[in-house]
C-alpha cells in the first residue's frame, strides 16, 4: 500500500507528491493507493451531499492518474487547525449528514476496497488545536459509541 498524502487540496498536492513518489520509488511494488480526504461542508443537506460527490470524483482522479485499487483510510467532514482548514472542527449534525452521504458512494465505487473514518476522538493537539467531539466515534471517556459511531458501526449498504 501506498504512502496516504494527507492535508487540505488533495486533488492536487495529494496527487502531485503521490507521482513524485511514484518516480522516485523505482521498482517499488504497490498494489494499493491510500489517500486522505477531509474538505467537507456538512452544515446543510445539499452541501453534505456536494461533499460526498466531491469526495468521489476525488477518488475517480485519483484512480484515473494511478489505475490501482484505492484505500481511503482516513476521510471524515473537515479535520486539522481551523487556520489551515476552513471545514475544521465541524459538529457532530454536520458530520452526520455527510456520513449518511457519502458511505452509500463508498460502498459503490468500483475501485475502492476499504475506508476508514477518522477518528474514534480527537484531542487538543498541537496539529489539530481544540478537541474535536464533531467527528468522535466514541464519547470522550470512551465508555459508549456517540450517535456517528453507531451509524458507522451498523450502516448495512443498500442492497
Given amino acids: 500500500v ?3 498524502p494527507g492535508g ?3 486533488l492536487a498536492r495529494g496527487q502531485t507528491w503521490l507521482r ?3 518516480s522516485e520509488c523505482k521498482g517499488c511494488r504497490v498494489d494499493v493507493v491510500a489517500v486522505h480526504f477531509y474538505e467537507c461542508d ?3 443537506q445539499a452541501t453534505a451531499e456536494a461533499a460526498a460527490q466531491a ?3 476525488f477518488l475517480d ?3 484515473a492518474n494511478f489505475g490501482k485499487p484505492m484505500w481511503l483510510t482516513e476521510f471524515n467532514c473537515g479535520d486539522g487547525d481551523p487556520a489551515d482548514n476552513p471545514y475544521a472542527n465541524q459538529t457532530k449534525e454536520n458530520h452526520l449528514r455527510y456520513m449518511k452521504a457519502v458511505l452509500p458512494k463508498l460502498e459503490a465505487h468500483p475501485h475502492l476496497e476499504r475506508y476508514s473514518w477518522f477518528q474514534t476522538w480527537q484531542p487538543n493537539t498541537p496539529s489539530h488545536p481544540g478537541a474535536n467531539p464533531g467527528c468522535a466515534l466514541v464519547t470522550e471517556d470512551k465508555s459508549e459509541l456517540t450517535d ?3 451509524f ?3 450502516y448495512q449498504p443498500p442492497t
Fill in 2 to 4: 501506498s504512502p496516504a
Fill in 8 to 10: 487540505l487540496n488533495l
Fill in 20 to 22: 513524485e513518489f511514484f
Fill in 42 to 44: 456538512g452544515s446543510t
Fill in 55 to 57: 469526495t468521489i470524483t
Fill in 61 to 63: 482522479q485519483v484512480y
Fill in 148 to 150: 456517528l459511531g453507531r
Fill in 152 to 154: 458507522y458501526n451498523s
